[in-house]
């Protein structure tokens, strides 16, 4: 069964970058692709990207601008960045496995954007 | 993007009911659709992929119908479990897009 367990800075001042890792254990990181989602109160759940094990990406492109989704297949770890922060970036962050289909997912990050 | 549009927003019934949970997408997505389960606090589950594959381990009163713009989430015989909120999601084209939610509540 795979697990994906995420971190990162949960308070950011705007203009900030957002930084968050997610860890897969008990599986193949390799062959797989690997997602970000956030969830908001005001805009429910959205894809954020993807990328499969070798960095090739797909973005959303109302962020595609901000984002980047790096893969580090030697500590079996993928990340995401989100640059220029603002409220609007307030929400909850899930790590996922799959491109198409969500398979697992981390147990979110809750980032709070705020002077 | 595709819009994918759930209904009802909330709908309230009792154990050993049968509920029906209807998404509807803004262009036809063939089959390329899943359905998630959220509890308060959790990350979503999925459910169902391809519009009616059982995700393993989801117990057989889930179960998924449709394709093309119109898909139904049924679950058969409510039990105290599966009071939660349900998604649906579109996987035709990036970026995907989720359901605004259906919210399964105790009558």
């Known amino acids: 069964q795979v697990q994906l367990q995420q971190w990162g800075a949960g308070l950011l001042k705007p203009s900030e970058t957002l930084s968050l890792t997610c860890a897969v254990y008990g599986g193949s990181f390799s062959g797989y692709h690997w997602s970000w989602i956030r969830q908001s109160p005001g805009k429910g759940l959205e894809w954020i990207g993807e990328s499969d094990h070798s960095g090739r990406t797909n973005y959303n492109p109302s962020l595609k601008s901000r984002v980047t989704i790096s893969v580090d297949t030697s500590k079996n770890q993928f990340s995401l960045k989100l640059s220029s922060v603002t409220a609007a970036d307030t929400a909850v962050y899930y790590c996922a496995q799959g491109q198409l289909w969500l398979w697992y997912w981390g147990q979110g990050a809750r980032v709070t954007v705020s002077s | 993007d595709i819009q994918m549009t759930q209904s009802p927003s909330s709908v309230s019934a009792s154990v050993g009911d049968t509920v029906t949970i209807t998404c509807r997408a803004s262009?036809?997505?063939?089959?390329?659709l899943a359905w998630y389960q959220q509890k308060p606090g959790k990350a979503p589950k999925l459910l169902i992929y391809a519009a009616l594959t059982l995700q393993s381990g989801v117990p057989s009163r889930f179960s998924g119908s449709g394709s093309g713009t119109d898909f139904t989430l049924t679950i058969s015989s409510l039990q105290p479990e599966d009071f939660a909120t349900y998604y649906c999601?579109?996987?035709?084209?990036?970026?995907?897009?989720f359901g605004g939610g259906t919210k399964v509540e105790i009558k």
């Open positions: 999601q579109q996987a035709n084209s990036f970026p995907l897009t």
């Open positions: 262009q036809g997505i063939s089959s390329w």
